[in-house]
């Protein structure tokens, strides 16, 4: 099982701070167009991912058992 968490405006966005799902050995690219196909209104155009406390590309792959955590561009000054 994977645990998906988001954060700020994302969190906001799907209505809730995580869930998980069974599949494993996804790429993060493809974890990210299975959240888009369950959550269409989402946006992870700019969103960094991590997997495991670890930022990662979109080639990265996720197992069985990872964390993995999606937090939208921080902006400020």
Known sequence: MIKLLFFAQLQEEIGHHSFEIEDANYTVQQLKEYVLKEYPMVNL??????????FSSDK?????????????PVSGG
């Open 45 to 54: 155009q700019h969103a960094m991912v991590a997997i495991n406390e670890q």
């Open 60 to 72: 990265d792959l996720v197992h069985d058992g990872d964390i993995v955590a999606f937090l939208p």
